[in-house]
């Protein structure tokens, strides 16, 4: 890209932003927006072209998002923003710490105790242990590598959080691709692989994200929709529908980017033969994957146990001062921004008033329960799939209720529901859309135009074969 397109690019950005933010909302259809929420609108905006385009490194148009959110929609702003208008007007600031501990936020606390445990892998050759371990069942087909990586992927994501499983399985990927020749574009369908299955994983069990939960606890709430539905019963529901997603994707990487070679052969030998180190790693890669497993009765969570790893290896001297350095902070900051987008949309109730402006309570059953999951897989690009679907829960009840199509058919409600949960672990086109995303993004192989062309279309088949399932199975335990 040349100097005088790079600066276009960014030039369309700030000139789109500035009008989203400057020109009367009633000229874009929402007349009720309070200047924050104009603001936010606008640096949404500034980040979606900026983002696609690629003007500038990914990760430094995040901390530009930052920056700009300091200054213009946070308590803690220039003056000259804030000052001069009512409170009504004005509209609900973002509160500056909520903004800069996207830096420290529980998601980034996670990658790096996953990276951590990757590099310690890898300097003592487990790493290509464990690879081996996994390709002797599966033989050196391509295909079938590919295959098998996908179906341990989404098995552990369906116990396991998404961003755990993805640093995990990055780390028996590793040798493989390091086995490839430089640029291989063999490796590219591999990295794509992980993320995709660990998000179609995460969707066949109530605790494979906290979206499914949220969802199971609002059908199962008594001043909710009162289903009683079972664990079982969610498994039942999306168990197929995982399998099937996940079979119809590998089909999908095999002709998005097919293999030139037939075979995959490994064969690197361990970096080390010291043996107290080799214990360490094992243990600790042990006890953390064991952590994560049993999460729901020890009382922990995810984002903790992810701390465990970073500090056992550090203090072990297994982790020293050249590996921290060496751990890709740019994915790091890329994720931050992303979050800082989620926080600001919530927080300024911007969020809130877009979901809103849908006429669900007006709208033909199957027209809401795509519009909802629609609306949901848009959100979830650029938000976390959780705060999107709590968001949506937040304002589905009263269009349930009171759409006289529905008419308490409480098999169109729980596909309503489930869709929407369904459409948010779908969405996943940019390196922001969701963690396993950006820790794929982060391999130089990887292109945002390929990870986006994969992302689309694995998305919106699979809300449509969502929705023909859910219809098809009808939900008779809950007519």
Not at 265 to 276: G, M, Q, V, Y
Not at 316 to 325: V, W, Y
Not at 391 to 401: N, V
């Amino acid at each position: 890209m040349s100097k005088k397109e790079r600066y276009i690019r960014i030039l369309i950005a700030v000139v789109s932003g500035l009008l989203v933010m400057l020109i009367p909302p009633a000229w874009y259809g929402i007349p009720e927006l309070s200047i924050v929420e104009r603001r936010m609108l606008g640096i949404v905006v500034y980040a979606i072209i900026m983002w696609i385009s690629e003007a500038v490194p990914l990760w430094t148009t995040s901390i530009s998002i930052l920056l700009i959110m300091l200054f213009l929609v946070s308590d803690a702003g220039l003056r000259v923003f804030t000052q001069g208008y009512d409170a009504y007007s004005l509209g609900y600031l973002v509160r500056y710490r909520s903004i800069m501990s996207t830096f420290a936020d529980p998601v980034l606390m996670l990658f790096l105790g996953g990276l951590s445990l990757a590099a310690a892998a890898t300097s003592v050759g487990l790493d290509v242990r464990l690879a081996r371990a996994m390709l002797r069942p599966l033989g050196d087909r391509s295909e079938g590598v590919l295959l098998g990586f996908m179906i341990v992927t989404a098995t552990l994501s369906m116990f396991m959080n998404n961003t755990a499983t993805t640093a995990l399985m990055f780390s028996v990927a590793l040798p493989i691709l390091r086995s490839l020749p430089g640029k291989s574009k063999d490796k590219l369908p591999i990295i794509l692989s992980i993320p995709i299955a660990a998000n179609l994983g995460g969707m066949a069990t109530p605790m494979g994200t906290p979206a499914n939960l949220l969802a199971l606890n609002f059908l199962n709430d008594p001043k909710g929709m009162g289903m009683d539905m079972t664990y079982g019963d969610w498994i039942f529901y999306m168990m197929p529908l995982t399998i099937f997603l996940v079979f119809v994707s590998w089909l999908l990487l095999l002709w998005l980017f097919p293999f030139h070679h037939k075979n995959l052969f490994l064969d690197i030998k361990s970096t080390t033969e010291n043996k107290r180190r080799q214990k360490i790693v094992t243990a600790t890669f042990f006890v953390t994957i064991m952590l994560w497993i049993l999460e729901p009765y020890l009382g922990s969570n995810t984002y903790v146990t992810g701390i465990f790893p970073l500090a056992v290896l550090t203090m072990t001297g297994i982790i020293g001062r050249l590996e921290i350095r060496h751990i890709n902070w740019e994915v790091l900051w890329l994720v931050a921004g992303g979050l800082a987008i989620g926080v600001g949309m919530e927080e300024t109730h911007l969020a809130h008033r877009l979901v809103r402006m849908v006429p669900f309570y007006s709208l033909n059953p199957w027209v809401l329960a795509l519009s909802a999951g629609f609306v949901c897989f848009l959100l979830s690009t650029f938000i976390s799939n959780t705060a999107a679907t709590k968001l949506l829960l937040s304002i589905l009840p009263m269009a349930l209720t009171t759409n006289p199509s529905i008419n308490g058919d409480k098999g169109l409600m729980v596909m309503v529901i489930m869709g929407v949960t369904a459409s948010a672990s779908l969405a996943m086109a940019l390196p922001v859309s969701t963690a396993p995303n950006a820790l794929a993004y982060a391999f130089e192989e990887v292109e945002q135009k390929q990870m986006a062309k994969a992302g689309l279309i694995i998305g919106i088949m699979g809300m449509l074969v969502t929705y023909l399932l859910f219809s098809y199975l009808s939900f008779a335990n809950y007519m």
